[in-house]
């Protein structure tokens, strides 16, 4: 069960720290994303931590060098720090298990959470 929190309005060039609370993580290992959707547009792929082996995070090239995704496994959260805010940013954003495109990009599925909205507005 996963859980977001952190949107809000915000101005260009702000931030906003999201959270996205699991009520457990199976393992040490894990992979988890964050995508976003844009009413009445599809879902945008935003970033994957990798830490089943790999001990990656990748993010998309419209938010790379502003966002940072990271873990606490001590408190089962996911974090996404996101800097330098613009209006194209504005969105709901989902945490999700896992970082297959083709799976991600289907949602959001029943085991997401709610979302959080994110609006960079003046």
């Known amino acids: 069960h996963l859980v977001e929190s952190g949107g809000g309005l915000v101005q260009p060039g702000g931030s906003l720290r999201l959270s996205c609370a699991a009520s457990r993580f199976t393992s040490s290992s894990y992979v988890m994303s964050w995508v976003r959707q844009v009413p009445g547009k599809g879902l945008e792929w935003v970033s994957t931590?990798?830490?089943?082996?790999?001990?990656?995070?990748t993010y998309a090239e419209s938010v790379k060098g502003r966002f940072t995704s990271s873990m606490d496994n001590a408190k089962n959260t996911l974090y996404l720090q996101m800097n330098s805010l613009k209006p194209e940013d504005t969105a709901v954003y989902y945490c999700?298990?896992?970082?297959?495109?083709?799976?991600?990009?289907?949602?959001?599925?029943?085991?997401w959470g709610q979302g959080t909205q994110v609006t960079v507005s003046t």
């Open positions: 999700a298990p896992g970082g297959n495109p083709t799976v991600l990009l289907g949602g959001p599925y029943d085991y």
């Open positions: 931590i990798n830490n089943d082996g790999e001990d990656t995070t």
